[in-house]
């Protein structure tokens, strides 16, 4: 998939094989056309079928070893990320789609979110279910695990709740009302605040000590798809179906517009899919599906669009940096996951 640049472009300017010279891994030598390999994928695209339907959501264990996909299909698989990138595990319980998953920190568990209205915790060295969290009254849209402290799950949903979950207790610990239908969920670094984002295109922090809206981020102007924090904790990357991607600075005194960089580019359309939106592990990348069937990868500096992917037949509805290699996984509405070297 060599992407040769027109007349007047540098090769940084669309999609290129990358080219960095001190990569720290043990690439598994050159590929066919003798150019040097920068993964240790078995080759420089991996294409993973098995799923029955669309695939909503797709992410790398801390390790970068193993892949998990969750589908229309109401199954999550665990595929290897190495060798021929086998499925080696299928995770069943859920009675309708999954729409988000999680790694736990240190990759012992999924958490798994699902239209039929509940949370689900997997063991993923036995693949049994440890915990069912059925609270809400709609679909649970969003889900995500504390990055530090005691074992927090935050989860959002259509009956217009967040809720938050300890793992070690029975029931929802905190219940956050909204008035609108949450689409997208987030902690922050320290797990003391969670961020909401949903049809009314906002996105809200609130603190949980006090259990109230401390901040509002006005700016999208369609529904909230997806949010990502960065790997550094200062910021949060949101999708909206108003085709932005936007970068929020919320590190304490921030000044007072807090949307710092706007990516466009991407394309959302009438399936109204969750389009989820992701970070390289250095942050200085950011990634987001897109109903053109393309995967999209910006320059958070200078805002370009560095990768445009193309393989996937319907719409991209996440795409993830791999944790320590130059790779990205992408999950679709085809029923396809691809892994491919950048």
């Not at 359309?269 to 990868?297: H, Q």
Request: charged share 20%; aromatic share 8%; glycine share 8%.
């Amino acid at each position: 998939m060599e992407i040769v640049p027109r007349e007047g472009e540098s090769a940084l300017s669309g999609p290129r094989p990358m080219e960095w010279s001190t990569v720290p891994y043990a690439p598994q030598g050159p590929d066919r056309n003798g150019n040097k390999r920068m993964s240790s994928l078995e080759s420089p695209i991996m294409l993973l079928t098995g799923h029955q339907s669309s695939i909503y959501t797709v992410k790398f264990n801390p390790a970068g070893t193993v892949v998990a996909s969750g589908s229309h299909d109401r199954e999550i698989f665990l595929w290897n990320v190495h060798g021929d990138c086998k499925n080696f595990m299928v995770l069943k319980g859920h009675k309708n789609a999954i729409l988000d998953l999680h790694w736990t920190t240190d990759g012992s568990q999924i958490v798994s979110a699902s239209p039929d209205k509940t949370l689900r915790a997997w063991d993923v060295e036995t693949g049994k279910q440890i915990k069912k969290m059925a609270e809400h009254s709609s679909f649970v849209n969003s889900c995500c695990p504390s990055r530090r402290g005691p074992p927090l799950v935050v989860s959002g949903s259509d009956d217009g709740t967040a809720k938050l979950w300890d793992m070690r207790q029975r029931g929802a610990i905190q219940t956050f009302p909204d008035k609108y239908q949450i689409t997208a969920v987030s902690f922050s670094d320290a797990s003391d605040k969670i961020f909401t984002g949903g049809i009314d295109n906002d996105i809200k922090v609130w603190d949980l000590r006090k259990g109230e809206v401390t901040m509002t981020l006005q700016g999208h102007q369609d529904m909230i798809t997806g949010m990502s924090l960065s790997p550094d904790g200062s910021y949060l990357l949101t999708n909206g179906m108003d085709c932005k991607l936007c970068i929020w600075d919320m590190r304490p005194y921030a000044p007072q517009n807090r949307c710092v960089k706007i990516f466009e580019g991407h394309q959302h359309n009438f399936e109204k899919n969750l389009l989820k939106c992701g970070w390289s592990p250095d942050g200085s990348k950011v990634t987001a599906g897109s109903s053109d069937r393309m995967v999209y990868i910006w320059d958070t500096t200078s805002r370009r669009i560095l990768y445009k992917l193309p393989g996937h037949t319907g719409s991209v509805n996440e795409s993830v940096f791999h944790p320590n290699e130059p790779i990205i996984g992408s999950c679709s509405s085809d029923k396809q996951i691809y892994l491919g070297e950048i």
